[in-house]
Structures are given as C-alpha cells and as structure tokens.
C-alpha cells in the first residue's frame, strides 16, 4: 500500500481531492493534506511518503521549491505538478526537478487517477529492480563485519536465541561457528591513553588490533570479535579442524594469544592485557565466560599492564553465582523504560524458572530480586512524578517484613502482583491522558469551527499535525477532515432553517469561502442541495 501528500494552500481543493478519488482500489492506504510547502516538509519528516501532488504557485515555498526540497532529502518520493499556469518555463522547470507529469486546473478525477494509476505502475516496476538479489547481497556483505559484531555483542550481553535462530544467524553471516563445539573468549584491555586520539583514528587502531588478532589465530581457529560496553575488545575462538576442547587446543590458544600480545606492541606500539576464559558452550555460556574474563581485571590484574592470565587461574571456586537471567539484557530497567510489559512479565517467569533450578539455594537470591523490582519501579514512577505509594500503598513494604529465609513463594507472589499492579497503572495513566487531550482536542474544534485545521489543533494542544492527526482516528473512529466536515455540515443544517440567512452566508459561517464549493459538499453529504433542503424545511 502507497501514501499520498497533497499540497495547495487552497484548502478547499486539498479537502475536495481527500475525498474525491477512490485511493482504496489505487493501492493508497493514507491520504494527507498539507496548507503550505512548509508545512508539507514538516509532515515529511514522519511520514513515508511515495506521491506528493502539489500546486505550483503557493503563498511563501512554491511547489517547485517544495520539490527541490524534497529531491535532495526523499529522492524516491515522485512529484506530481497541478497548476493553472499554463507556462513552458514551469513546465521545464518542473520536468528538471524529476516532475513525473504536469496537469493543468481544473483536473478531472478521472484525469488525476490514471496519472496516479502510471506512477505507482512505476514504483512498483522500480521496486522490483530494487529487490534485485546481486544488489541487495553486494550491500549485505558490506554490512556483515558490523552485524557479525553486533552478534558477539548480542551473546556476551546473555541475548537468548532460540537453538533455529542462532543456527540461521550463523549461516547467514558466514560465520563458520559450530553450536556442537565448546569455544573461549579473550578479553583484551587497551591500555594506552587514547583520549586525546579522534574517533577516525582510534577506530584505526581497533581494527588493526582486531586484524593482528585474526590473522594470528587464523590458521586452526575462528574468530568472531566485537567491542563491549566498557572498551574491552572480546573475540570468540572456535577450532576450525572439528577437534574438541582439550589440552593441545588451551596451549595453542595460550601462544597464539601471547604472540597477539607482542605483535600489537610491536607493530602498534600498544600495550594490552588479555585474559583467556575457560572452554563453554555457545551461546549457554558465553555471558557467563565473559563476566568471569572481566572479573580477573578487577581481582587479579587491577592497573598492572601488559598482564596475561587464564580464567582457570582463579584460586577462589564460589558455590554461589549471580542470578544471570536477572542481569540478562533487556533488564527489567530497559523494559519497564518502554513499558514493554509482556517482555516483562517473560522475564519475570524466565527467573522464576531458573530458581526452581537452584533448589534450597533459591531463598539466596529474594533480596537481589526485590531490591531489582523495587528500583525499576521506583525509577519508573519518579519518572512520571509519582511516589512509589501512590500507586502500591502500604503493601510494598510487605516483603521487608519477611523474615531472612526469603521464601520463594511469596516473593513470587508479590513480583507477580505488583507487576499487574504497575501495569494498571500505566494503563490508566495512558488512557486518562489520551482522554484529556481528547477532550482539549473536541472542544477546540468545536469552538473554532470555522476556521478550523489540522495545524491550528496541533498548535493548541503542542504537539505535531500528523500525532493529532493518529491520535483522532484512533479515539475518535474517523479521520480528523471528515469529523470537521461533518460538523460543518451539522451547523449548516440548523442555520438554513433561518429563512434570513443566504447560502453564501451559511457557507461563510461554517468556514467555505466559495458557496459552490460549499454547495458540492452538501449536496455529497445530503443528496440534495442546501437550497434544496431551505426550501424543504
């Protein structure tokens, strides 16, 4: 489906060509009207537009300074002129700016419908060269260093992938990684000053480190690397030869690791330290390879440079470790910023779940739980200037008072509750504002019926034409010109029954200038015209 943009500073012929095309059979699926080029680039800027339909002579931008404009931002977007200038220098004009036909006013629908009907025959005909495989695949592998990137990124930062996907994911960047295979990590800490160094070059220098790394293990292992939140460079390594973990595979990954080491400093001049993490699976164990690697810096290695060191190294086994669903990404920090509530309460089962799993060691993590919960909530409501009382009372409280044992139980009850809880509150919130805005909206037009528009609302209530414009047909059931049109012909009605008043008058006092252009919607809306319907009365 295509969107269309029609553009005069005669409202009357924007409103009358909204609703005088059949843009359902053409293929159109939204119809918006702009007053003026400035305002008709303003709606650009939101909306995707594929036909724009403008006059030429304009109070303030022209329509051919409106296609300019849009040429050099939305080159896709096709331009199609009406005018009553019957001029060669317009028409050369307009056929430079890529003008896809020039019409002269009046235009019949049925004229401005073919030409419509050949335009979008050509984007749909321009469309399908777009699809063209060798094109889209030589862009694709132009893409697939930063989104083979972004994937790594994905597994450290704990992203669940169902076993189809990660396996899809895989082959589709090319990424010659077997899910069958245990892999390690290295982590590695730049630590020369760079802070002085512009993007351009430092990103220079990551590349080339991430190259040297490459290059060096290249032979008998894969390498997939990204950069993380903290400025560690990570890469996964996978033997390339089929062989499992074993000892010969940790003592070739140990000299290569230490030959990248001394390369970087040396074709660099960069120190770095590295930590090697132990064998896991991919992509169960990945965040958890990766938070160990990270912990070795601030256990053991701290501000020494140029260190080395093995996961396995570690002298402390600890029979507890953090609860990693709890601190997967999206944490319930991110969700609850959004309010993506289903994605919520999924991850509140998903930590329930990997409890059960803990056994009597599940009491261990109540606190961690619920000091998580109680902050994005309270992060939450601050934001939108309530107190975390208002909306739980005197309950919130409720799991403090449980003694040390935790119990999982009502603690599940309470994650679970309050989570409804928080949830019904956005829900009021959102339609209390939606409703109020509403009303601001409904009783503005109402009272300014007459020179009523799009923009005059949206400048009322503050916000943007094509929001207001959403906003009201959701809420309302309609679109924003037929609600005004309707009430303007509403108003006619009681005001012909004033035998007094001419049509002019009735036509000047429900906003049309032009009583025939008044007549014509009239007539479309009552089967019959107004003098018809005085004369009726």
């Not at 975390?388 to 009850?413: N, Q, Y």
């Amino acid at each position: 489906m295509y969107e269309i943009l029609i553009v005069d500073d005669h409202t009357h012929l924007v409103d009358s060509l909204a609703i005088g095309l059949p843009w359902e059979e053409l293929g159109i699926s939204n119809v918006y009207k702009a007053y003026s080029g400035e305002e008709a680039l303003e709606l650009l800027n939101y909306r995707s537009v594929d036909i724009v339909v403008t006059d030429i002579h304009m109070n303030g931008m022209s329509g051919l300074e409106l296609i300019a404009r849009i040429n050099e931002k939305w080159k896709n977007t096709k331009a199609v002129i009406i005018t009553g200038y019957d001029e060669f220098q317009y028409a050369r004009e307009a056929l430079q700016q890529q003008v896809c036909d020039y019409l002269l006013k009046p235009v019949s629908n049925e004229e401005l419908e073919l030409t419509l009907r050949n335009i979008i025959a050509r984007i749909t005909e321009e469309g399908k060269e777009l699809l063209d495989q060798q094109k889209f695949a030589y862009r694709f592998r132009e893409s697939l260093p930063k989104l083979r990137e972004m994937f790594l990124f994905d597994l450290i930062a704990g992203k669940n992938y169902p076993p189809s996907d990660l396996q899809d994911k895989l082959q589709l960047y090319e990424l010659p990684f077997s899910v069958e295979r245990d892999a390690i990590l290295l982590c590695m800490r730049v630590e020369e000053d760079y802070s002085n160094t512009n993007l351009y070059s430092l990103s220079l220098m990551e590349y080339a480190m991430f190259n040297i790394v490459e290059e060096v293990f290249t032979n008998k292992f894969n390498v997939m690397y990204c950069k993380d939140s903290h400025d560690y460079l990570i890469f996964l390594v996978q033997s390339n030869q089929g062989e499992q973990a074993d000892k010969n595979n940790s003592a070739t990954i140990e000299d290569l690791a230490r030959l990248s080491q001394h390369q970087i400093k040396l074709y660099l001049k960069s120190k770095v330290s590295i930590v090697v993490s132990n064998w896991g699976a991919i992509p169960k164990d990945i965040m958890p390879m990766y938070h160990s690697a990270l912990s070795v810096y601030t256990d053991y290695i701290g501000y020494q440079t140029e260190s080395f060191f093995h996961a396995t190294e570690q002298k402390e086994v600890f029979d507890i470790q953090p609860l990693a669903e709890l601190y997967r990404s999206q944490t319930f920090m991110e969700l609850i910023d959004f309010e993506q509530w289903t994605a919520f309460e999924s991850k509140l089962n998903r930590i329930f779940e990997e409890l059960d799993g803990e056994g009597s060691g599940a009491r261990e993590y109540g606190v961690e739980i619920y000091v998580t919960l109680l902050q994005a909530y309270s992060y939450y409501l601050h934001k939108k200037g309530k107190r975390i009382f208002e909306v739980f009372g005197r309950e919130i409280e409720k799991m403090l008072r449980v003694d040390s044992s935790w119990s999982v139980e009502p603690l599940k009850e309470w994650a679970f509750a309050s989570y409804v809880q928080i949830k019904a509150y956005s829900d009021r919130r959102s339609d209390h504002i939606r409703s109020d805005l509403m009303e601001r909206i409904l009783h503005f037009i109402q009272e300014n019926l007459k020179d009523i528009t799009l923009q005059t609302v949206a400048d009322h209530v503050n916000l943007h034409p094509v929001y207001v414009s959403n906003l009201f047909k959701q809420d309302a059931g309609e679109n924003f010109s037929n609600y005004v049109l309707r009430l303007r012909m509403e108003k006619a009605v009681q005001l012909l029954k004033n035998k007094d008043l001419r049509i002019s008058q009735v036509a000047l006092e429900v906003g049309y200038q032009k009583p025939q252009y008044f007549i014509k919607l009239f007539k479309t809306q009552y089967g019959m015209t107004p003098q018809e319907f005085k004369n009726s009365v």
